[in-house]
């Protein structure tokens, strides 16, 4: 599906943000690297998503209501089999109170994290954002910005000016960071922000680093 | 439009008196029409004051109406009360723009007030200066109309720095002192409450002016965003740095704001993040505003190509500090061929340091132009793009002698040269004015003169990114 198409239904029925999922399918529209996930709705096409990803995955309820999954025990990791996929289905179907689409994820393993996010300025209008991921972004406040629209330079300085900017280089063992990919997904967002005004926010975090490679296994846009 | 005002042909000064307050200082209505008669504004000036007959030797009119003569500029200096009505007066006899200094508008809370001025203006086709400010200075052409007391220096220095600022009290401030160390600007203008016109507006409009080569703006909020950020990248284009300090970085300062000039402050982070993108320098000490300006104006063309620096001395403790502050603001210190180091060696005792930094020592008494000798080595290295010149505990005459020299190396040398004199100017009564008056890049302290490096160097990777991305 199209962006326009995407925003377009899920503003139809009146939802406040979009899915993980389809958060993720707008984002990677526009550059943003993505896990591979596929939703499902019965243990059994759970167990078929899962083994055409490959084990281990990441099992996660989803919709567009359901934000903080973490904190309500609404994600799985590390399922390592088909029989532990029924199992996550079943739980995850209860905490979430009955029936919700299920997101079977590949599983992103990196021990470094980083994340994208755009915030509109009263006054400047579309604030594109990077810093590291997890829980830093928030308690170190360690976050570089751009007003769209930026060069795809000014994206380029934006990774070097978090002061943990030496964790993108090749450090204790891990090779550097693809940093094309993540001045790709930063001026993507920039797009983004400036050709939909209906996105409202865009947080993308965690971006997990896999072997040089970003990839956002978690992203949530919000509709206003 | 902004012509009408920033090169007015005639000016009138509505409510335009004589005499002094209680406390000894002139009247407001006596200070405007003052400063504009004594520094010699050549076109007509109509003083307006029915209580008048006469002021400053000229006819006194009752009311603008009556002037016969074409006025482009009005300068309503009134209390905000009586404001409406000398706009209304204005916009009848076809002023085509009003500056309006009064306090007591939107940043005291009376938008009712403001918003009936502002309509006044736009029904007669006025454009509105203000209201609470203190006016603006075109020193080029002797056109002074501000009622601040920086305008007793007179005349002005010359320069090519446009000051633009929201508070018309610290603009002032800001310039004198600026002037006292030796500095001119062509432009001054303080903006208030910008009802009407805004920083943006006037930015954009002198941009093309090329007796303005550098801005230094002290904002509250930047207002017509849209404009402000197209003005800021036509100075970019133009090469026409843009110093900023603006205020608003705490809750509480843009508090202040809010009240001050009915400004949003706007998030401190993103403002840093426009900064970096528009490649506006920002200060984040006021009283650097102005002397960062200055660097900028003084050095001109000669941008450091990269962030190599070197550094001469004759004192081994202030080669410690600078090489810290070096550090601290990212500048390198690259160390000397043999060649290099071999041909200082032959001025420089043994127990000096031909390496960089380079420390004369003491004996730098014995030799005559052994600052200029080592400077003028270190500036033809390719491996340096700019040299810092440190002075410590110097009186006369050697001051004399070393203003000579570095004011010499400064002015012939292709790569930037900034002096950091840390001694007290006092003593050195003619080396450090020598300084000012050969517009020599000077600083207090080596801090001073790192961070200046830092910034030409920020500006100028700025300006080469930006033909990169032109020429792509």
Known sequence: ?224 | MLDAMLHARSVAVIGASKGTTETGGAKLGAAALNYLVDHGFEGPIFPVNPRYEELAGRRCYANVRDIEDEVDLALIVLRAGACVEAMEDCAAKGVKVAVVFAAGFAEAGDSALQDRLLAAAKAGGVRLAGPNTNGFINAVDNLVCCTSSVSDINPFPGGDIAFIGQSGALGGSMLGCAMEEGSGFSYSVTTGNEADLGAADYLDYLIDDDRVRVFALLLEGVGDVPKFLAAASKAARMRKPIVVYKVGLSDIGAEACVSHTSALAGSDRVFDAVCRQYGLIRVDDLAELLPTATVFSWVGDKLPRGNRVGIVTASGGISGVAADECHRWGLEIPELDAGTKAKIREFVPSYGSVRNPVDLTQQVRSFASAYQDAARMLLDLDTIDGVILLATMVGEPRASIYGKEFSTVAREASKPVIVGWAGPPGLASKGFPMLQATRTPTFRSARGAVKAMRRLYDYRTFLDRLAREAAE
């Open chain 1, 1 to 224: 599906m199209n962006p326009e198409g995407i925003i377009k239904e899920a503003l139809e029925r009146k939802q406040k943000a979009l899915s993980e999922f389809d958060s993720k399918r707008l984002l990677s529209l526009y550059g943003v690297p993505v896990t591979k996930e596929e939703l499902v709705r019965t243990p059994g096409d759970a167990v078929k998503a899962a083994r055409a990803l490959g084990y281990p995955v990441v099992m996660k309820a989803c919709g567009p209501e359901i934000t903080h999954k973490t904190e309500q025990g609404l994600v799985e990791i590390a399922i390592g089999d088909d029989e532990a996929v029924a199992r996550a289905f079943g739980e995850l179907t209860a905490r979430a109170g009955g029936t919700t689409d299920i997101l079977v994820q590949e599983m992103i393993a990196g021990r470094r994290e980083v994340a994208f996010g755009m915030t509109r300025d009263p006054l400047y209008g579309p604030c594109v954002t990077f810093g590291l991921g997890g829980i830093f972004t928030e308690i170190l406040g360690d976050v570089a910005c751009r007003i769209a629209p930026f060069a795809r330079a000014d994206a380029d300085a934006m990774l070097d000016e978090i002061k943990g900017a030496a964790i993108l280089g090749a450090v204790r063992g891990m090779g550097a960071v693809d940093r094309a990919a993540l001045c790709d997904a930063l001026t993507g967002l920039a797009r983004l922000a400036l050709e939909h005004h209906e996105v409202k926010e865009i947080d993308v975090n965690p971006v997990i680093i896999a072997e040089g490679r970003p990839v956002a296994v978690d992203a949530l846009v919000v509709l206003g």
